[in-house]
């Protein structure tokens, strides 16, 4: 079974930049859905984006144009460069994988991923 660690959060200023990494191990990427999601206090979850091994993305709309999903299928990782950060971006964000059956798109906005990561921190100040 897959089993993914997050590294790459931080605090950044209002305007900075982060890139988060989500590397795999147990398994590859072949065939998967991997996402971002996150969740800041008292608020639930969300998908952040997603994207397919075969490239396809998803992005939800507050990061549109900010935010960019990448995978290098030799290693195993999947990228989230977060550019232009606001202080609601702050929030614990979790990488998590899935066989694909559905549409990107699904899985972003019903969460239904089988493998979570522990998530990192991403503090962005005023």
């Not at 398994?27 to 639930?44: I, L, M, N």
């Not at 709309?61 to 990228?79: P, Q």
């Amino acid at each position: 079974e897959v089993q993914l660690v997050e590294t790459g959060g931080g605090l950044v200023q209002a305007g900075g930049s982060l890139r988060l990494s989500c590397a795999a191990s147990g398994s590859t990427f072949d065939d998967y859905v991997v996402g971002w999601f996150r969740q800041a206090p008292g608020k639930e979850r969300e998908g952040v984006s997603c994207i397919s091994t075969n490239g396809l993305t998803y992005y939800a709309d507050s990061v549109k144009g900010r935010f960019t999903i990448s995978i290098d299928n030799a290693k195993n990782t999947v990228y989230l460069q977060m550019n232009s950060l606001k202080p609601e971006d702050t929030a614990i964000y979790y990488c998590a994988a899935t066989p694909q059956y559905y549409t990107i798109s699904y899985y972003c906005a019903h969460r239904y991923l089988e493998v979570w990561g522990q998530g990192t921190l991403v503090t962005v100040s005023s």
